[in-house]
């Protein structure tokens, strides 16, 4: 005879529900605690930052390089940190990154995260970049992919 059915039915009932109660239960936990940390992360982003769309510029012997972000943290008293879709432009190109540290005395601007360089037929694709000697040099930097157009 099957072990299956020798079992009292009311029995398999109520260990059936207590593992789907329990299966609930720990679905709604992890559902919660998962929107508590998404929270608390929203938070410490939008209280982080020293400051709001930040905009400088870099003025190279030809050209002037304008820079924005949506936020900004003093590193130091030179330094500063470019957070969230930061935009280098000028009249011959754009770069479009997420975390740049420019350096307002001497300045350059680094980033090591992904970058995105686009001018007129060319796009180039890095790691990151380092814009030095006023802006007049663009070193790219890690895996760097570059596509011309006619």
Excluded at 71 to 92: A, M, T
Aim: no cysteine.
């Amino acid at each position: 005879m099957n072990y299956l059915l020798s079992l009292e039915k009311k029995y398999l009932v109520i260990i059936i529900l207590f593992i789907i109660s329990l299966a609930i239960f720990v679905f709604v936990i992890k559902t919660i605690e998962t929107n508590y940390l998404n929270n608390q992360i929203t938070k410490f982003d939008t209280s982080d930052s020293d400051i709001t769309k930040p905009k400088f510029t870099i003025n190279s012997e030809d050209q002037k390089i304008s820079i924005s972000a949506n936020e900004g943290n003093f590193l130091n008293n030179n330094e500063i940190l470019l957070k969230n879709d930061v935009v280098f432009e000028s009249n011959k190109f754009t770069i479009y990154s997420d975390d740049v540290i420019f350096n307002k005395n001497d300045q350059t601007a680094a980033s090591k995260v992904k970058s995105k360089f686009v001018s007129e037929n060319t796009s180039i694709l890095s790691d990151g970049f380092e814009i030095v000697d006023n802006g007049n040099q663009i070193k790219f930097n890690g895996k760097t992919t570059i596509n011309l157009n006619d």
